[in-house]
């Protein structure tokens, strides 16, 4: 009966290839998967067999019922394992597996307000997003405090509105590893503002989706877990772990689960869980894994994601991003990239800063692309600077299609320039001319009735070299030839001269304050390179904007 039931069940040819390209999408997608916490190796094939039956994990994990269906004694296992990786108590802590690490919020402020009815929760700005959802569920009177910069929570804000709200028992939830930062709140320090202000009554859950998974395994990690006197914790599987189905645990005192504990007769169990029929599958993936790659494993797994984490940050910072990690988390937060990056990458994103985060999939191949794509993104040479020694005043600019010469100082340009072309019978219509002797550089802008021939002149005189498409790939050797030589461009009317220090990143920075002040960049070209310096020719929509963002900056205009 079975088998005739299932083959009648067959997809159509359409349906099949939509399934083939999916597949595909999805093949594709993984390799740019930087954003988000959930590790994307691993195999449970050996466990595919088990799909075909109607397993349920129904009521409370460490009792028996008539569904029978259920991997209970796996969950059991997995439980204990989590048990000893957070110090609880042994005998004296409950959990089960959940859908994810939203449920287990929910289900540790949950006990919480049946612990403190009348109890005032309090919570981080950088607390994940479920919080304020769940609080709005459970009805519960809450009070965000604000964050110190790198994601923990404000514990100077939270003695103060602890103090003024005394009367109330406070709930607290600490968050171990924060959204877009990886944080951990001072759980320590909570403590020890419930000591000094005499509170005997309050509860802390701890919000641990990630780090529940990274503090076990590294040296010296702040309180986090039951000994540093949590009540209840939620922990994510599909995080570190890793798992095709979002799946977590959530572990509490089991004193205060029997508050609400509640026999339901007809699956002869008790119900102590927020879900009723619960996945059993992914309990099932959390065993595999602990009895594949073990604790042992994940002992060399987490040290690798934080080095290639330490990778991310140098490679990010060489391209003047401002990367930086929180102390023991695999979160490495920079400054945000242009929208194509963040989409093609699936970067989290909040203002002005983006994250990658560092999980077992993740190589330094992965950050090098990165790199790769945010350099191609927004266009920036290896070469300019904002420390930038003012030149000259600024020249009144002169009409489009002038020609523009770039060299060195004591080379006498504009004298060169004007011999060479009175020699052929040619007047210059109007002149412009900028010097900085003490950085070597000179620049001059004039405007002839043949604008053609003057080029061929003063390519011919003047021994001009190469031109700016190739000078951006001068190596320092050629750049030392250069100074010799004359490198040229046409510049519109509206592009301003600017000279910058020849250093990786600092084009990325003066780009990086023009967004900022929303002046929009048409182009920049590079015009001379040599002894350390550069000029960048920069042309904008909206030149009086420019001029007073890079003040005195400026060669010519």
């Known amino acids: 009966m079975r088998s005739q039931w299932l083959s009648a069940c067959e997809l159509s040819e359409n349906d099949l290839q939509r399934l083939e390209r999916f597949y595909e999408d999805i093949q594709s997608d993984v390799e740019q998967f930087l954003g988000y916490p959930c590790n994307a190796i691993f195999d449970y094939s050996p466990l595919f067999r088990f799909f075909q039956y109607p397993l349920n994990n129904v009521g409370d994990p460490y009792l028996s019922s008539n569904f029978r269906l259920n991997t209970h004694a796996f969950e059991c296992e997995v439980l204990e394992i989590f048990q000893t990786l957070t110090d609880a108590p042994k005998g004296s802590t409950w959990g089960y597996v959940t859908n994810g690490g939203t449920e287990g919020n929910h289900y540790g402020l949950f006990l919480a307000r049946e612990l403190l009815p009348e109890g005032l929760v309090y919570y981080s700005q950088d607390a994940h997003y479920s919080i304020d959802k769940i609080l709005r569920c459970l009805n519960l009177r809450s009070i965000m405090i604000r964050s110190y910069p790198d994601g923990r929570m404000d514990l100077d804000d939270l003695r103060e509105t602890l103090r003024i709200h005394r009367d109330l028992p406070p709930i607290v939830c600490a968050t171990v590893g924060t959204t877009m930062k990886g944080a951990v709140d001072d759980i320590a320090g909570i403590q020890a503002i419930f000591r000094d202000l005499a509170i005997h009554r309050h509860y802390i859950h701890a919000d641990a989706a990630l780090g529940g998974m990274l503090l076990p395994f590294v040296d010296n990690p702040p309180p986090w877990n039951f000994s540093a006197g949590i009540d209840s914790i939620a922990i994510s599987g599909h995080k570190m772990i890793g798992s095709p189905i979002p799946c977590g645990v959530v572990l509490a005192k089991k004193s205060n689960v029997d508050l609400i504990a509640q026999s339901v007769e007809y699956i002869g169990t008790l119900d102590t869980t927020l879900s009723g029929s619960r996945n059993a599958l992914t309990p099932l993936f959390l065993w595999y894994a602990f009895h594949t790659v073990g604790i042992e494993g994940f002992k060399r797994i987490i040290p690798a994601c934080l080095e290639v984490a330490d990778y991310a940050i140098a490679q990010l910072n060489q391209i003047h991003r401002n990367a930086w990690r929180y102390p023991h988390s695999n979160t490495v937060v920079f400054d945000r990239p242009l929208p194509e990056v963040t989409r093609r990458w699936q970067l989290a994103c909040q203002g002005k800063f983006s994250h990658l985060i560092a999980m077992p999939h993740v190589t330094p191949t992965h950050i090098d692309r990165l790199v790769a794509d945010i350099l191609a993104a927004e266009p920036i040479a290896p070469l300019p600077a904002m420390e930038i020694v003012p030149a000259c005043e600024i020249v009144p600019s002169i009409p489009e299609q002038d020609i523009t010469l770039v060299g060195t100082a004591n080379k006498n ?7 060479a072309l009175a020699a052929e019978g040619l007047s210059i219509e109007a002149l412009a001319a900028a010097a900085a002797e003490s950085e070597g550089i000179e620049v001059v802008k004039l405007r002839v009735d043949d604008r053609e021939r003057a080029l061929q002149i003063l390519n011919q005189n003047l021994d001009i070299g190469r031109c700016y498409g190739q000078a951006s790939s001068f190596g320092d050797r050629e750049a030392d030839l250069v100074l010799s030589k004359l490198a040229y461009q046409s510049v519109s009317e509206d592009a301003l001269l600017v000279q910058l220090e020849d250093r990786p990143g600092a084009l990325a920075e003066l780009l990086k304050s023009c967004r ?22 920069i042309s904008t929509t909206s030149p009086a904007a420019l001029k007073t963002l890079l003040e005195d900056r400026i060669l010519l205009s």
């Open 413 to 419: 340009l504009l004298a060169e320039v004007s011999a």
């Open 516 to 537: 900022g002040e929303a002046v929009t960049i048409r182009s920049i070209r590079l015009l001379w390179r040599g002894k350390g310096k550069g000029v960048v020719a």
